[in-house]
């Protein structure tokens, strides 16, 4: 039984964790921290875990965590590079979730990211927690850099594409829409439901930190930088991410339809919608899966790559599990083989 403890137990992502591992058949879920709410129980505070998870919160403290075999890091940014190389040393493997570890260039980490990288050293050994792409390293790794949410939708929906040289990497436009958990539990006036409801909106259309994230992964599928475009959006759901992709192409509608299929044929999480499709969010909801569904607009040079994640699940805690089932050598699906919500 793989002893799993997680820090920041208390956000969304945390809290998406506990629910899905609650009843992984091969973990068992022993330190779970919060410093707000250190000695109270678990199923105290989110009463849907009653007689799944039998844990008290407790400080984020090394010694306690030591004793696990794997820690998720669920919290803010620039707190799993204070504790991750103590835990490394101690023999036990990390899945951060968290931004700390996902740019290879620190110096543009720190730009984005408004703060000074504590464990720079570690930033190179950390592989990047994208299966579809790193499935192998993964397998071997003892520090994951899981992607972002945005990350996550954008790269499996451009990367067949880029990879087999079918589209003006020059010219990428990224237009996504996310429900209002991705920003996270912290009380904060802008993802009020009673201020986002009835509304919908861009952000930080000047500039994203999720940009780098994204240019960097698609430009190693590339083989040199891309330009990219990407503009976040809010919208009034609480989960879900929806992102349409365009490119210029000239390749026929058919035959990047067989290359999607084709290249996510074995991928137990990325399903392929037939030709014509339009993807919900509502399809993926709760669920591990990333649905792509390709268009190609009056027959034109435009490719449109619609792809839609739970944010939460795919997003996070979903792709986090996924990532440490391979770590230790389970099969993928082991405790992820759960069917969207609907409605």
């Known amino acids: 039984m ?42 105290a505070l989110y009463p849907s875990l009653r007689g799944h998870i039998d844990a008290v919160f407790s400080l984020p403290e090394v010694e306690n965590l030591s004793e696990c075999d794997v820690v998720f890091f669920a919290t803010p940014n620039g707190t799993a590079m204070l504790m991750a190389e103590a835990l490394l040393a101690r023999g036990v493997k990390v899945i951060d979730l968290s931004a700390d570890f996902r740019l290879k260039d620190v110096k543009v980490w720190e730009k984005w990211y408004g703060m000074t990288h504590s464990s720079p050293d570690l930033v190179a050994e950390a592989v990047y927690g994208l299966p579809e792409v790193n499935r192998e390293a993964i397998k071997k790794a003892t520090l994951i850099a899981c992607p972002g949410c945005y990350p996550t939708t954008v790269q499996l929906g451009f990367l067949p594409l880029i990879e087999h040289g079918l589209i003006d990497v020059d010219h990428l436009i990224a237009d996504v829409k996310s429900g209002v958990s991705g920003a996270g539990r912290k009380a904060e006036l ?11 909106k861009a952000y930080a259309a000047s500039g994203h930190r999720h940009l780098p994230e994204i240019a960097q992964g698609l430009g190693l599928a590339a083989g040199k930088a891309v330009g990219l475009t990407f503009v976040p959006h809010l919208t009034p759901m609480i989960r879900g991410i929806h992102a349409t992709l365009y490119g210029r192409s000239t390749a026929d509608l058919s035959v990047v339809q067989d290359l999607y299929e084709s290249k996510y044929a074995d991928e137990p999480f990325v399903d392929v919608l037939p030709q014509a499709s339009h993807p919900d969010t509502r399809n993926v909801r709760g669920s591990n899966v990333c649905q792509l569904a390709i268009h190609q607009p009056q027959g034109g040079k435009t490719i449109v790559v619609l792809s839609v994640i739970d944010n939460l699940v795919k997003g996070a805690a979903g792709q986090a599990i996924q990532a440490m089932n391979l770590m230790f050598g389970l099969e993928e699906k082991q405790g992820l083989a759960v069917i969207a919500l609907y409605p």
């Open 190 to 200: 802008a993802t009020l439901m009673s201020e986002t409801g009835e509304s919908f």
């Open 2 to 43: 793989i002893r799993a403890g997680i820090v920041g137990g208390t956000g969304y992502t945390g809290v998406e964790l506990l629910r899905i591992l609650a009843l992984h058949p091969d973990v068992e879920v022993t330190v779970v921290t919060s410093r707000a709410d250190a000695g109270i129980r678990v199923d």
